[in-house]
């Protein structure tokens, strides 16, 4: 099992709990055996958890500021769920276009679980979650998936790994990006 960590200068807050500056994307993948691969990415943001929730399930936006995502859109609402068809690039060796329409289930303002119905991938389930943190929200993506069998798991989890650190740093930065236009200008 290799297990590849993205090592980030942490801080020790005044109870001497450790965490990352805020906006500093954290991230692990490890294989699981069986053709699995895990992923856990986090990041510290400034915002309750609520406002996080809310940006994160604005699913069709979220091709405007998470560049990995050429397109989301909802296809279909009900009580319990929301179906989005997202389309993806990123580049292994060459640029690769994924496909796939998630389920997600809110669990609001914790949580937003997810899992694949159609798609590029034959297995595809995790969640994000949202909690308080000092000062703001620790925002955690943990994913589940199997690749394509021809693929490196290392290659794969490279990957995996860059992905997640930028579409973690998106988020951070379209969070800043709001925070600013919010602010009055200075005079």
């Known amino acids: 099992m290799v297990l590849l960590t993205c090592t980030v200068r942490a801080a020790a807050d005044d109870a001497g709990t450790v965490s990352p500056p805020s906006g500093v994307p954290q991230v692990e993948t490890r294989g699981l055996g069986g053709g699995l691969t895990f992923a856990r990415a986090q990041v510290d943001v400034p915002w309750p958890p609520e406002r996080v929730f809310d940006l994160v399930s604005d699913f069709d936006h979220l091709g405007d500021f998470v560049s990995a995502i050429d397109s989301s859109s909802v296809v279909r609402r009900d009580s319990l769920s929301t179906w989005v068809r997202q389309v993806g690039t990123t580049t292994l060796l060459v640029h690769k276009t ?10 609001r303002p914790g949580e937003l679980r997810f899992e694949i119905v159609a798609g590029d991938f034959r297995v595809y389930y995790g969640a994000w979650k949202f909690n308080a943190a000092s000062p703001g929200t620790r925002v955690s993506y943990d994913v589940t998936f199997a690749a394509s069998p021809e693929l490196p798991r290392v290659l794969v989890r490279h990957v995996v790994q860059r992905d997640l650190e930028r579409m973690l740093r998106e988020l951070a930065a379209e969070i800043a990006r709001r925070d600013l236009e919010a602010t009055p200008a200075r005079r």
């Open 98 to 107: 994924v496909h796939m329409t998630l389920r997600f289930q809110p669990r």
